[in-house]
């Protein structure tokens, strides 16, 4: 049975799972379902249509599932669909799509820090790492494993690419390719993010094509088809090089150079 503090407040038609945790003056709407062994410590609001796997864990003052802030919005149901083992923490904010029928969506395995803001229609993958006070606008694609610094801001519809990280401050208006570190205003990609890939255990097979691409793509001052011609004549086809050309080839923002 779930445990829950006399001053929280709960719909009667919510859905909480066995061994769920909701701690003082937490609020969950009606249409809100809750896998099991989330905690909720306090003062958290999960409203809207709204579904959260199991495992979850919700510190003071975080908002989740609340109406988008975008202005297009016109009614009908928006959906908010969390996965597992994700941890928000104080003042976190995740609202709901835009369109009827739409939803934001986050996978598991996820550290998202404070403040935080994921806006609607985001899709956020696994494993990804939001520092305090990161903001990703609407319709930001993050892939799994990337890291965005603190204080960084992401544009509407940009990508965020597997294993790339953001550098604090950092201000993105433009796709990030995967497995790069950029950073700055206007943001620019770096270098390869090293470290990312060792903690990974990308095979150093990899690393060192991963690095060759970036070499020619980067740093060579090739167009990006020009580029892309190159990495796919000269660098080993593995699935990383694969992964990195199929992003900047369906790049529809550009890619952060």
Known sequence: MPEIHPSAVIHSDAIIGDDCEVG?????????TLGQANRLHSHIVIDGHTEIGSGNEFFPFASIGLKTQDLKWKGGTTWTRIGDRNSFRENVTVHSATGDGEATVMGSDNHILAYSHIAHNVLLGNHVILSNNGTLAGHVIVEDYAIVG????VHQFCRLGKMSILGGCTKVVSDVAPYMMVDGNPARTRAVNKVGLERNGVAAEAQDAIRQAHRL???KGLTGANAVEAIRAEVPQLPEVE?????VETSERGVTR
């Open 24 to 32: 003082p003056y937490c609020v969950i709407g009606r249409h809100v």
């Open 150 to 153: 603190g204080l960084a801001a």
């Open 243 to 247: 992964h990195f050309l199929s992003f």
């Open 217 to 219: 793509y980067f740093r």
